[in-house]
């Protein structure tokens, strides 16, 4: 697996690649065949999301390649060995894209057969940038196959290459009659799939921002789908916050965007699926810091394996279960509707509205949420209540961060200073209350110890770290509150 950084230029037949010494050592040019298999569904789904799969010969690097957007210009590539069949996509790639497949059938769709000519620039034995010639003859596959020829030339940035690099290729490139290519791969440009539909919404208008924002989270959605069947680094957290995000506007656009009741509840559903394993993986790493902040003489039992291994294992069995959803026919429903929310959506009377009137009303009464929330807390004299209605206003202030952040682009730095305001809130109550669940963690694990034999002066000494951290942030917190309804009055 690798990321993929390149710029892609359109060039007449007869260009010439211009000399490129000065930037670095030249070698090259060297010419080669390679012939290209690509697959999608038969109504094109991968090539409307920019993503590619092909099976490759010839070359460095034969076998099958898919390639994930990441943003512009740079895409994930996650290669396979080749296989003998053609006909058959390998299942690890096939579950890769399911996220846009939902259940279609993979099928060849078209062949690019390419003479690609290659330099590289070189400082030393470290490859810095590659440009490529490529005189392509691509077939669409149909009932009349198509036939179309054309040349391109990329120059992609490799391991020991800089941006800066790379720009200054793309400028000799220019200058000696390249053009950019509105093209994102050779598949785009051979298939020209039709463009995602879009709402119909008003410029300027309330309904306009509103679905902007919520089409980039579809889009982040999206794109860490096949990271989270991966297992990678923080791909659960970022389609979680993803989910969270979507669903807290849908609430604080209700009147933008209305009948949504049903969607915000399928993207609660997946938030908690997702949930299970992100929370294994923050408590887990949160005691293993803990633990490696000890001196060895006051880590005694097992204890590393309770917290860490074990934890690991209740992990990989809710990566498990997220992995079954994610090829489930629920998940493909809630993905449906979210492409149908963002290009037909059932928009309020307050879609129509001017931005800055009519979100920036909204933004007010979302933090206005936050501070009712506070005081309605602070009424209950009953301790233990007033700490369960105390999360009502994390809650709240998450909610308001959220809305500030979408808000933000279109209503400029206010609604920045907002989200930030609010996250300091929400940040100061997560930690008092995740200072709370670990001590109810480590009392389980501790009876669990304790029920096996086992040494649980360890479970007691991270406990008291815990509760004495909880317990800072709680007294911290009027401060906090405080200074923030001071700073956020200045901003509203």
């Not at 400028?171 to 009659?177: I, S």
Request: net charge neutral; proline share 5%; charged share 30%.
């Amino acid at each position: 697996m690798g990321i993929e950084i390149e710029d892609k230029f359109d060039v007449s037949p007869e260009y010439a690649v211009p000399d490129l010494s000065g930037l670095a050592d030249v070698v090259g040019p060297k010419s080669y065949q390679l012939v290209a298999l690509y697959y999608d569904t038969p109504d094109l789904r991968l090539a409307s999301r920019g993503v590619t799969l092909r099976r490759r010969r010839g070359g460095a690097d034969p076998g099958w390649h898919l390639k994930l957007p990441k943003a512009k210009g740079v895409r994930q590539e996650i290669t396979h060995p080749l296989t003998r069949s053609t006909k058959v996509v390998p299942d690890e790639l096939a579950e890769l894209v399911r996220a846009y497949t939902r259940g279609a059938e993979l099928q060849p769709v078209a062949e690019l057969d390419t003479r690609r000519t290659v330099t590289v620039l070189l400082d030393g034995e470290t490859g810095l940038v590659e440009i490529a010639d490529d005189r392509v003859k691509g077939t669409v596959y149909g009932e009349e196959p198509k036939v179309v020829r054309w040349r391109e030339v990329e120059a992609e940035l490799l391991e020991g290459g800089s941006q800066a690099l790379l720009a200054k290729v793309g400028k000799r490139l220019r200058k000696a009659g390249a053009s950019p290519s509105e093209a994102a791969s050779k598949l785009a440009k051979l298939l020209e799939p039709a463009p995602l539909p879009t709402a119909p919404t008003k410029p300027g208008s309330a309904g306009e921002v509103v679905i902007a924002y919520l089409s980039g989270q579809v889009r982040a959605l999206l794109s860490q789908d096949p990271r989270v069947r991966r297992a990678e680094e923080d791909a659960v957290h970022q389609m979680r916050v993803a989910s969270r995000r979507m669903r807290s506007a849908l609430k604080a656009f209700k009147t933008v965007v209305v009948d949504t009741g049903e969607l915000q509840e399928e993207l609660r559903w997946l938030g908690n699926v997702l949930g299970e394993a992100r929370d294994l993986e923050v408590i887990r790493a949160r005691y293993a810091k803990m633990l490696a902040g000890l001196a060895p003489e006051l880590v005694t039992g097992p204890i590393q394996t309770r917290l860490g291994s074990d934890l690991q294992r209740r992990e990989e069995e809710a990566y498990g279960r997220i992995k079954d959803v994610l090829s489930g026919e629920r998940y493909y429903v809630l993905l449906d509707a979210l492409d149908e929310l963002v290009s037909a959506p059932a928009l309020g009377k307050a879609a129509a509205k001017p931005a800055e009137e009519k979100l920036h009303a909204i933004a007010v009464a979302n933090w206005e949420r936050v501070t009712k929330a506070y005081d309605h807390a602070q009424a209950i004299d009953d301790l233990e209540r007033r700490e369960i209605a105390m999360h009502d206003v994390r809650k709240a202030a998450k909610r308001a961060r959220y809305t500030a952040e979408a808000l933000q682009p279109s209503l400029g730095g206010g609604m920045g200073k907002l989200a930030k305001l609010s996250e300091d809130i929400q940040e100061v109550l997560g930690t008092y209350q995740d200072g709370v669940v670990a001590q109810e963690t480590l009392a389980k694990e501790a009876e669990s110890a304790r029920q096996a034999g086992e040494d649980t002066f360890t479970y007691g000494l991270l406990i008291g770290i815990e509760r004495n951290a909880a317990e800072r942030a709680h007294a911290e917190f009027p401060r906090v509150w405080k200074e923030t309804l001071k700073a956020v009055t200045k901003v509203l």
